[in-house]
C-alpha cells in the first residue's frame, strides 16, 4: 500500500457540509414561523435530515474504513518485523491516519458545538401544566438530540482508534529502537571456525558472484542489448549535462584561479562550494544512471541492490576525497585551509581516502552477501576486518607530525606533533573500534567507523560552511568578495547595503550548511528517508503547541496574500486619486480623506484575508477584544490613545524623522516615531520624548513638511538722517553676494515703520535648506554692520528727550511778611 497524507480535501469538505447543514437548519428554523406553508416546512425538515444522515454516514464510513486499514497495518507489522525502512514507512502512515482521526474529530466537535447552541436557543421542553410547543419545535428538538447522540457515538468512535493508532506508532517505534539496539550490540564468539567457515563462504560467494553478473549480463546483452547501451548513453548524457551546466552556473566558485595567495574567504568559499556542488553533480549523475537503467528493465531485482550500493560507494568515496582534498591540498599548499607540511597533507589525504574506501567496501561487499544469500558469518568478518583497519588508520594519524607552529614557515617538511588533547582522542576512539571488535560487538564497531568515516566528513562539511559564513558576514569583509564587487560596481552598492548583504550572505552559509548536513547525519545514524520526509511536511504544515496548531506554509501564504492585498490597496488608491477625485477637480482634503479611508479599509481586508489563510481562527480575537476592553475601561485609555495616535502618524506622516516641528513649548528635530511617543531633539541636543496624543489632539508646526526651504528676517534700523532707498539698495546688494540664498522668490527689504528713534526697515529673503539660516544670518549681520560703518550709515541707539517743568515760587504777601515781622 502506497503512502498517503492527511486528507486535506475531506477534511474541508466536512467543514462546507457543515456549514451548509447549518444554514439548512436556519431556514428550516425560520420556515416554523407563522403563516408559512406546512408542505414547506415538512419539504426543508425532510431535506435537513438527509443532509445530516449522509454527513453521519460518511463519517461511519470513514472511521470503518481507518479500522480495517489499521488491522491491515498490524499484519503488515507482523510480516515485516526486521526491516527498518518498511517499518519508517508504516509509522509516517499510522502517524497519518492520527492526524484524520483529529481532524474528523474537530469536525464533529464543531457540529456538536452548534447542535448545543441550537438547543439553548430553542430552551427545554415545556413541563406538565406549561403551554405546548408547536410540533415544529418538538421535532426539531428530537431531531438535534439525535444527530448529536450520533455524532458522539461516531466521536467516541474516532477518538478510540486515534488512540488504537497512536499505540500502534508507539509500539512500532519500539521495535524499531529494539531492532536498532540489537543490531549494535549482538554479540558474536570470535573462534576459528567462525573465519574457517567465512573462508568457505567467501569462495563460494565469489563464484556465485561471477555466474550471476555473468548470466545477468549475458541475458541483457542477447536480449536487452538496446535497452542497455540506450540507458548507458542516457547516463553519459546526463552526466556530461549535470557537469557542463555545474561549471556554468558556479564555476567561479569551484575553480581554483588568480596568482598569488588567495585570501581565507576564497579558500573557505571554494572548499565549501566545490565540494557541494561536485559531489551534489555526481549524485544527480548515478541516480540518473540508475533510473535509467531500472527504467529500460535492465536491472534484475538480486543485481539493482549491487548496483545501486556501488553507486552509494562511489558516492562516498568521492565526497571524502573533494572535501579532503580541498582542506589539505597537497599539492597546492597555498590553498590549504590548515596549516601543516605538505608530507603531513599528503599523509592525511591518503589515510583518509583509505578509511572511506574501506568502509565503503565493507557495505558494498554485505550488499553482494545479502543479494546472493551468503550466510551471515561471512558479512560479520568483513565489517570485522573493515573496523580494524580504520582503528589502526586512526591509531597512526596520532603519531604523526603534521602540525606548523604560528610563526614558522609554510615551506618546511618538519613539522610537529597534534596537540596532546587530539592525538588521545585518535588513540582512544580507535582503540575503542578495536577493543569492540575483539570483545565481538563487531555491529557497534562498523557502527561507529561509519560515523568516524561519514558522519566526521559531514560535520567538517558543516563546520566548513559555518566559517564561510562567519568570514563573509564579518563587517567590511564581504565587499572584498568577487560578489561584493560586482554589486557595487553593476547595481552601486554602498557600504552599508554590501554589510546588509554580507550578513544576509552569511546567515544563508548557516541555514545551507544545516539542511545540507543535518539529513545526512539523521541518515547515517539508522533513520530512513520517510523519517526525514514526514518531519519535513509536519515542520511546514504542521507544528503543535498544545492544542494550537501552526502551518509555515499556512503562514507564508497569508503573508504572501495580505502583501498582495496591500500592493492591490495601494493601486486602488492611486488610482481613485488620480482618475476620479482629480478629474471631479475635488477639494485636496476631501481628496487626500478618501485616499487615506481606502487605506484603511484595504488593509484591514488585506490582513483579514491574510490571517485567515495563516489558519488562525478569528473568532479567538474576541476573547482578546473583551480582555482589552476591560483593561481600557480600567485605565488603559491613555495607553490605547497613544498607541491609536502613534499608528496615525506612521500612516498618514504628518512630520517624519528629520523634520524641523513646533508644539508648545518644544521645538526641535524629530529623531524618531514609534506607536507609543515620539523622540524630538532641541537645539541643545537634549531630548524630549512626547506622548503621540499630544501631538494629534494639539497644533503642530512643522518647518519642513513639504520641504526645506524657510524664509529669514533681519531686522535693521537707521537714523533718520539715513537716505532709505542707500539703505535698501545695500541691503539687497549684500543678500545678493550669498550664493545659498534664493532667487525665486527674490530677496526685498520692507519699509517697515517710523519708530521712536529710528527708520525701521526689514531685510527677507528664502533658503532652500533652513539647516544653514543661523549661519548665513550671522555672516549677513556682521557685513551689514561693516558696510554701514564704510557708507557712514548711523544704527542709532533709542533717544528720549527729558522736560523737566519746574512750578513758579508761591508769592509771600507783604502783610504776611510784615506781620512775621
Known amino acids: 500500500m502506497g503512502r498517503f497524507h492527511p486528507d486535506q480535501n475531506s477534511r474541508s469538505r466536512w467543514h462546507q457540509r457543515a456549514v451548509i447543514l447549518a444554514l439548512l437548519l436556519a431556514v428550516l428554523h425560520s420556515s416554523l414561523l407563522p403563516g408559512a406553508p406546512a408542505f414547506a416546512q415538512a419539504l426543508q425538515q425532510v431535506e435537513a435530515q438527509e443532509t445530516v444522515d449522509s454527513i453521519n454516514a460518511e463519517m461511519r464510513d470513514k472511521v470503518d474504513a481507518i479500522r480495517t486499514?489499521?488491522?491491515?497495518?498490524?499484519?503488515?507489522?507482523?510480516?515485516?518485523?526486521?526491516?527498518?525502512?518498511r517499518l519508517a514507512e508504516l509509522r509516517v502512515e499510522v502517524d497519518n491516519i492520527v492526524s484524520q482521526m483529529r481532524a474528523a474529530s474537530d469536525a464533529m466537535r464543531a457540529r456538536v458545538e452548534q447542535i448545543q447552541a441550537r438547543l439553548q436557543q430553542i430552551g427545554e421542553a415545556p413541563k406538565e401544566g406549561q403551554t405546548e410547543e408547536a410540533p415544529a419545535v418538538v421535532q426539531e428538538r428530537q431531531k438535534l438530540i439525535a444527530e448529536q447522540s450520533q455524532l458522539n457515538l461516531i466521536s467516541d468512535d474516532a477518538a478510540a482508534l486515534a488512540n488504537n493508532a497512536t499505540q500502534l506508532a508507539t509500539y512500532i517505534t519500539n521495535l524499531r529502537r529494539s531492532l536498532f539496539t540489537q543490531t549494535l550490540f549482538r554479540h558474536t564468539e570470535l573462534t576459528g571456525s567462525l573465519f574457517t567457515d567465512a573462508g568457505n563462504a567467501f569462495v563460494t560467494e565469489v563464484k556465485n558472484f561471477g555466474s550471476t553478473f555473468g548470466s545477468w549480463f549475458t541475458f541483457v546483452w542477447k536480449f536487452k542489448k538496446w535497452q542497455l547501451l540506450g540507458a548507458i548513453a542516457l547516463s553519459i548524457a546526463a552526466g556530461l549535462l549535470f557537469l557542463s551546466g555545474g561549471y556554468r552556473l558556479f564555476g567561479r566558485f569551484i575553480r581554483r584561479n588568480g596568482s598569488g595567495d588567495p585570501t581565507y574567504i576564497k579558500r573557505l568559499s571554494v572548499t565549501f562550494w566545490s565540494t557541494v556542488i561536485q559531489t551534489a553533480s555526481i549524485a544527480a549523475f548515478l541516480l540518473a544512471s540508475y533510473l535509467f537503467l531500472d527504467g529500460f528493465n535492465v536491472l534484475r531485482s538480486d543485481v539493482a541492490s549491487i548496483v545501486a550500493t556501488f553507486f552509494g560507494f562511489i558516492w562516498l568515496v568521492s565526497f571524502?576525497?573533494?572535501?579532503?582534498?580541498?582542506?589539505?591540498?597537497?599539492?597546492?599548499?597555498?590553498?590549504?585551509?590548515?596549516?601543516?607540511?605538505?608530507?603531513?597533507?599528503?599523509f592525511l589525504m591518503v589515510a583518509v581516502l583509505m578509511m572511506a574506501i574501506v568502509n565503503g567496501l565493507d557495505y558494498f561487499l554485505a550488499a553482494i552477501s545479502e543479494a546472493l544469500g551468503s550466510p551471515l558469518v561471512l558479512t560479520i568478518v568483513k565489517s570485522l576486518i573493515a573496523s580494524l583497519v580504520v582503528g589502526a588508520i586512526l591509531i597512526a594519524i596520532s603519531f604523526i607530525k603534521p602540525r606548523i607552529r604560528e610563526g614558522e614557515s609554510d615551506v618546511t617538511d618538519?613539522?610537529?606533533?597534534?596537540?596532546?588533547?587530539?592525538?588521545?582522542?585518535?588513540?582512544?576512539?580507535?582503540?575503542?573500534?578495536?577493543?569492540?571488535?575483539?570483545?565481538?560487538?563487531?555491529?557497534?564497531?562498523?557502527?561507529?567507523?561509519t560515523q568516524v568515516v561519514l558522519t566526521g566528513a559531514v560535520f567538517v562539511l558543516i563546520y566548513l560552511g559555518f566559517l564561510s559564513g562567519k568570514a563573509v558576514s564579518k563587517q567590511g569583509a564581504f565587499r572584498n568578495t568577487g560578489a561584493g564587487r560586482r554589486l557595487a560596481e553593476r547595481y552601486r552598492f554602498g557600504e552599508v547595503a554590501l554589510d546588509q548583504a554580507g550578513l544576509a550572505a552569511g546567515l544563508s552559509f548557516y541555514a545551507f550548511a544545516l539542511i545540507l548536513g543535518v539529513p545526512l547525519i539523521l541518515l547515517t545514524w539508522g533513520f530512513q528517508f520517510a523519517d526525514i520526509e514526514a518531519w519535513i511536511y509536519r515542520f511546514f504544515t504542521e507544528i503543535r503547541i498544545g492544542?494550537?496548531?501552526?502551518?509555515?506554509?499556512?503562514?507564508?501564504?497569508?503573508?504572501?496574500?495580505?502583501?498582495?492585498?496591500?500592493?492591490?490597496?495601494?493601486?486602488?488608491?492611486?488610482?481613485?486619486?488620480?482618475?476620479?477625485?482629480?478629474?471631479?477637480?475635488?477639494?485636496?482634503?476631501?481628496?487626500?480623506?478618501?485616499?487615506?479611508?481606502?487605506?484603511?479599509?484595504?488593509?484591514?481586508?488585506?490582513?483579514?484575508?491574510?490571517?485567515s489563510a495563516a489558519g488562525i481562527n478569528l473568532s479567538s480575537f474576541a476573547l482578546v477584544a473583551s480582555a482589552l476592553s476591560v483593561g481600557i475601561g480600567f485605565g488603559l485609555q491613555n495607553i490605547v490613545s497613544n498607541f491609536v495616535s502613534g499608528l496615525i502618524l506612521l500612516v498618514e506622516r504628518p512630520f517624519k524623522v528629520g523634520d524641523y516641528v513646533v508644539t508648545g513649548t518644544t521645538e526641535g528635530t524629530v529623531k524618531r516615531i514609534s506607536v507609543r511617543a515620539t523622540e524630538i531633539e532641541t537645539s541643545r541636543m537634549q531630548s524630549i520624548i512626547m506622548p503621540n496624543s499630544e501631538l494629534i489632539n494639539s497644533p503642530v508646526g512643522n518647518w519642513t513638511h513639504r520641504n526645506r526651504m524657510q524664509r529669514s528676517e533681519i531686522p535693521v534700523s537707521v537714523s533718520y538722517d539715513s537716505d532709505p532707498q542707500k539703505v535698501m539698495d545695500v541691503l539687497l546688494e549684500l543678500v545678493a553676494e550669498i550664493p545659498e540664498v534664493m532667487r525665486n522668490p527674490e530677496p526685498h527689504v520692507e519699509f517697515l515703520r517710523f519708530g521712536a528713534s529710528s527708520l525701521d526697515f526689514e531685510l527677507r529673503f528664502h533658503l532652500a535648506d533652513m539647516g544653514v539660516g543661523m549661519r548665513i544670518r550671522n555672516d549677513l549681520r556682521i557685513a551689514i554692520l561693516k558696510r554701514f560703518r564704510q557708507e557712514g550709515i548711523e544704527m542709532p541707539f533709542p533717544q528720549q528727550e527729558i522736560v523737566i517743568h519746574r512750578p513758579k515760587p508761591a508769592l509771600v504777601e507783604d502783610d504776611d511778611v510784615r506781620g512775621g515781622a
Do not use: M
Not at 489499521?70 to 526486521?82: G, H, K, Q, T, V
Not at 582512544?428 to 557502527?447: D, E, H, K, N, Q
Open 414 to 449: 618538519v613539522g610537529h606533533p597534534w596537540p596532546r588533547f587530539f592525538a588521545i582522542l585518535l588513540r582512544v576512539v580507535g582503540g575503542l573500534l578495536i577493543l569492540s571488535v575483539l570483545t565481538g560487538y563487531v555491529g557497534l564497531a562498523r557502527f561507529a567507523s
Open 320 to 346: 571524502v576525497w573533494k572535501l579532503s582534498n580541498g582542506i589539505l591540498s597537497p599539492n597546492e599548499p597555498h590553498w590549504r585551509l590548515v596549516r601543516i607540511t605538505d608530507r603531513g597533507a599528503r
Open 547 to 611: 492544542n494550537v496548531s501552526i502551518s509555515l506554509v499556512g503562514i507564508f501564504g497569508g503573508i504572501v496574500l495580505f502583501g498582495i492585498g496591500f500592493v492591490i490597496t495601494r493601486w486602488v488608491q492611486k488610482w481613485v486619486d488620480g482618475n476620479v477625485l482629480a478629474r471631479s477637480q475635488v477639494d485636496v482634503g476631501v481628496r487626500n480623506s478618501v485616499k487615506t479611508g481606502i487605506g484603511y479599509l484595504g488593509i484591514c481586508l488585506a490582513i483579514i484575508i491574510g490571517v
Open 69 to 85: 486499514q489499521l488491522e491491515a497495518f498490524r499484519n503488515r507489522i507482523d510480516s515485516a518485523p526486521r526491516d527498518d525502512a
